[in-house]
Structures are given as structure tokens and as C-alpha cells.
């Protein structure tokens, strides 16, 4: 079993930057680590994942303004966001894949508002 918590969260001004930071506990191996957030109303989305070979994903939406990374031997994943938007307001949730066992983990959720 794995676990992960996430940490990073906040509250943070248009065009601030904030850092997302998930560990996970276990060993992870070949797999996918991502980040999902989910605004009020609306369906939990794909924001960024990253293979253990390092190969990001981004969605359109923050293209250009989040950086996703891993520490494979950590067991950590990322999320640097910069430019953020009021948009951007949602609770974010760490994901990992785990390919071979075909295993699928998730993180408690950290709050992010970007607001005047």
C-alpha cells in the first residue's frame, strides 16, 4: 500500500507562485505521478503528470506556467506554479499509477486560492 501527503497549499495573490510537494511512503517502482484538482462544481481534472523516465504532461491550461518534477528515489513529486490565476483556485490532489501492479493512489488534497 501507498500513501502520499501532499503539502504546499495556500492562499496566494494573481501572478504568485506557489510549490506542491507529495511524498510518497512504499516503494512506487514503474509508475506515473501526477496532479488533479478539482474546483467547487465542477469534475476533478488532469493538471500535470510526470513518467519515472522524467517525460511530463501538461494540460493546456498551464502550459508554459507549472513545472512538474520527480525524485524518483524519494518518491516525490512537484508541482512549481507560477502566473497563477484566480482559475487556478481548486483543491489539488497528488496521483500515482503504479503500471506493473496496475495500482492507483491518492493524496488528501491541498487547497490552493489565488485571490486579491
Known amino acids: 500500500q501507498v500513501q502520499l501527503v501532499e503539502s504546499g497549499g495556500g492562499l496566494v495573490q494573481p501572478g504568485g507562485s506557489l510549490r506542491l510537494s507529495c511524498a510518497a511512503s512504499g516503494s512506487i517502482g514503474l509508475s506515473v505521478m501526477g496532479w488533479y484538482r478539482q474546483a467547487p462544481g465542477k469534475q476533478r481534472e488532469l493538471v500535470a503528470q510526470i513518467f519515472n523516465t522524467g517525460n511530463p504532461y501538461y494540460a493546456d491550461f498551464v502550459k508554459g506556467r507549472f513545472t512538474i518534477s520527480r525524485d524518483n528515489d524519494k518518491g516525490t513529486v512537484f508541482l512549481q506554479m507560477n502566473s497563477l490565476r484566480p482559475e487556478d483556485t481548486a483543491v489539488y490532489y497528488c496521483?500515482?499509477?503504479?503500471?506493473?501492479?496496475?495500482?492507483?493512489?491518492w493524496g488528501q488534497g491541498t487547497q490552493v486560492t489565488v485571490s486579491s
Open positions: 496521483n500515482v499509477r503504479k503500471l506493473l501492479a496496475r495500482q492507483e493512489f
